[in-house]
């Protein structure tokens, strides 16, 4: 769900205020939180209105493809809340993960990655992804930009992160991004909602439709997450993610007794 990198580019930030800021490449950005939680506890954010206006822009397009029901304990409150049309700077983050939990329910995995893709399509103006293509061909500093532009404008989505050195087809770049720790992750406590909702379909668009590789390697052990701009994805059956199985205390939708994520095989 990140791949609006390059066109948030001309979306302005409110300015950044001294006990939120952070400096990444000799840019000072805005960032909601400070620094991630250790694993076990909750990261505080303070969004705001800029970061829910995001979240509610997302969670509008996505509601198409929601469920009406859903196991979340926040369902019943978010069901009351849709009754309202609510402006999109009245979104939060739990909101956001809700309507996200909700897309799975009665999908399979495929069916999941391609509401994400519907829903990443409709947010772009049209003919976006061939002006990327030009604007953006697979080269080095393609690679580089989109990785620059990706800490700042989504640290709503994902948290704090910063732009890091990886080694592409045997060359050393900074291409890569490390996500400390994925708040998208954290709250949805979903190995599901991480792979069919935010990996596998960002992948997937960066590589087949704006022509730029991205490999996405979620670490489930500490929730951090490395991005690799340039590198080309492996097929899901050799991807260890494949392999995962769920957090049994963090996620509502869990089957505890199971090698591996259902929702990653079906």
Not at 7 to 36: D, L, Y
Not at 186 to 201: A, F, T
Not at 223 to 232: K, R
Not at 234 to 239: A, C, R
Request: with cysteine; hydrophobic share 35%.
């Amino acid at each position: 769900m990140m791949e609006l990198s390059c066109f948030a580019a001309a979306t302005p930030i409110s300015r950044p205020t001294r006990r939120h800021r952070r400096r990444t490449g000799g840019v000072v950005v805005r960032c909601a939180a400070t620094a991630p939680a250790p694993m076990g506890e909750k990261t505080e954010y303070r969004d705001g209105p800029l970061e829910r206006a995001f979240m509610g822009l997302f969670a509008r397009k996505m509601e198409k493809y929601a469920s009406s029901s859903s196991s979340s304990p926040s369902s019943s409150k978010q069901k009351q809340q849709n009754k309202q049309k609510k402006a999109v700077w009245e979104w939060d983050y739990e909101s956001f993960v809700d309507v996200s939990r909700r897309v799975m329910v009665g999908r399979t995995r495929a069916q999941q990655q391609e509401a994400v893709r519907e829903v990443l399509l409709s947010m772009l103006p049209a003919g976006a992804p061939d002006q990327f293509k030009k604007l953006f061909p697979p080269t080095r500093w393609a690679c580089e930009f989109n990785a620059a532009l990706t800490v700042p404008f989504f640290c709503w989505l994902v948290g704090p992160s910063e732009v890091v050195e990886v080694e592409v087809d045997g060359v050393k770049q900074r291409s890569g991004v490390l996500i400390k720790k994925c708040r998208y992750l954290e709250n949805s406590g979903c190995v599901g909602m991480c792979v069919n909702m935010c990996k596998i379909p960002t992948q997937n668009f960066f590589t087949d439709e704006f022509g730029l590789p991205l490999t996405m390697n979620p670490n489930f052990e500490d929730m951090s997450c490395e991005m690799i701009y340039g590198q080309v994805p492996p097929p899901i059956e050799d991807d260890p993610v494949s392999k995962q199985p769920c957090y049994p205390n963090l996620c509502s939708m869990s089957t505890p007794s199971a090698p591996v994520c259902p929702k990653l095989q079906n």
